[in-house]
């Protein structure tokens, strides 16, 4: 249970920094062909869904750490942490909500 | 909002950049430094500033994550919790820019930017680590090797409700006005909570990714935020923030915290002076 020097809590950091590298290099591609594309004056369909492509995976990325810190603490059976964890899942659920409503 | 040519997209980027570079040297997210500039230079309402701003928030807080993954100086515990704070402030905030006058948003900038300056002058030269690899952390400190001090430093979180109030205070900033809030939760952590100044940074940067995709998608959904502008904004950020990183390392926390105070001041002034009497 002592966390943070855990070895546990190593591996959940090795998989985040994993999970945020995949995602930042994924959007900011995105967001870099989109933009060259716009730029050398080609913005058609392809850069019409690369942008909010980009878009969507930057958006999507610190939501998917959380649901593997969720996978991580479900395995550790640390309750507290899996509730305050589905928490924060909840709340950007709402953030949809109230969003598009 | 002005139309979004190729020369507007690419004084974005360098605006990105500097703001990024800048962010990741002073300990902060950029926006702080991005939102004036897209405001109050290139005529952005603070609405869209602010939503431009949270994906670059996001973006920094991502590659931040990414590379300081394996180094201990990340309390993941102790940033879920707050996030939990963090999350619902920013939901609130998200919500309340849609109602808030663009005067009402500058001087709440401005207040926000001189609080912080201040905060951060007065406790320049707190340290509170313990140099002791044995030392019991608790339930939610962390222990880390640091680089400065050159031995293994463990921590304990003190005044937990603190840090979740000025979590909560930081994210419905963060949302209201695009800033990571960063600038809030770090000298907060690290001058009454416990938390050295490393990981207090990286806890936060972790941390602000999740809050900033609340109040991102609220901006979207409301129409506030184009891919179009977030695109220049967030690559310019990246490549600030990665040339940034390599110059950090040496950087001493001192003279950060007193060009981060006066880099506030400045951002206070102009905010003030363009909210009118």
């Known amino acids: 249970m002592r966390s943070s020097d855990g070895r546990d809590a190593g591996r959940l950091e090795k998989v985040i920094g994993r999970v945020m590298w995949i995602g930042t290099v994924t959007s900011s591609a995105c967001f870099a062909a989109g933009l060259f594309l716009t730029i050398i004056g080609r913005g058609g369909t392809l850069a019409r869904v690369l942008l909010p492509a980009g878009l969507f995976i930057l958006l999507a990325t610190p939501a998917a750490r959380v649901i593997v810190s969720v996978v991580e603490y479900i395995s550790e059976r640390d309750w507290l942490f899996v509730a305050l964890t589905l928490t924060v899942l909840l709340a950007l659920a709402a953030s949809v909500w109230a969003a598009f409503l | 909002m002005p139309p979004l040519t190729v020369p507007l997209a690419l004084i974005i980027f360098a605006a990105g950049a500097v703001a990024g570079g800048l962010g990741i040297v002073l300990g902060l997210g950029g926006g702080i430094l991005l939102v004036p500039f897209l405001s109050l230079a290139l005529g952005f309402p603070l609405k869209s500033a602010a939503a431009i701003s949270l994906t670059t928030v996001i973006a920094t807080s991502s590659a931040v994550a990414a590379a300081r993954a394996g180094n201990q100086l990340m309390n993941l515990r102790l940033g879920m919790l707050l996030e939990v704070a963090t999350v619902a402030g920013g939901l609130l905030g998200g919500i309340t820019a849609q109602a808030i006058a663009e005067s009402t948003l500058q001087r709440i900038f401005g207040l926000v930017a001189i609080v912080v300056a201040v905060i951060v002058l007065g406790r320049i030269n707190?340290?509170?680590v313990i140099c002791d690899a044995n030392a019991d952390p608790g339930r939610l400190g962390g222990r880390f090797y640091d680089a400065e001090s050159g031995?293994?430093?463990t921590y304990r979180?003190?005044?937990?409700?603190?840090a979740l109030f000025a979590s909560f205070v930081a994210g419905n900033l963060s949302s209201l006005l695009g800033i990571g809030g960063g600038v809030i939760k770090v000298p907060i952590l690290n001058a009454w909570c416990g938390v050295p100044l490393r990981a207090?940074?990286?806890t936060s940067a972790l941390m602000i990714g999740v809050t900033a995709t609340g109040g991102a998608i609220i901006y979207y959904g409301r129409?506030?935020?184009?891919?179009l502008a977030a695109a220049p904004a967030v690559l310019g950020v990246q490549i600030g923030s990665w040339a940034g990183m390599r110059f950090a390392e040496h950087a001493s926390v001192r003279w950060l915290k007193v060009l981060m105070a006066a880099v506030l001041m400045v951002v206070a002034g102009l905010m003030f002076a363009r909210s009118g009497p």
């Open chain 2, 126 to 128: 707190r340290r509170n």
């Open chain 2, 151 to 153: 031995c293994v430093v």
């Open chain 2, 157 to 162: 979180v003190r005044r937990l409700p603190l």
């Open chain 2, 200 to 202: 207090a940074a990286a």
């Open chain 2, 223 to 227: 129409g506030d935020l184009q891919a």
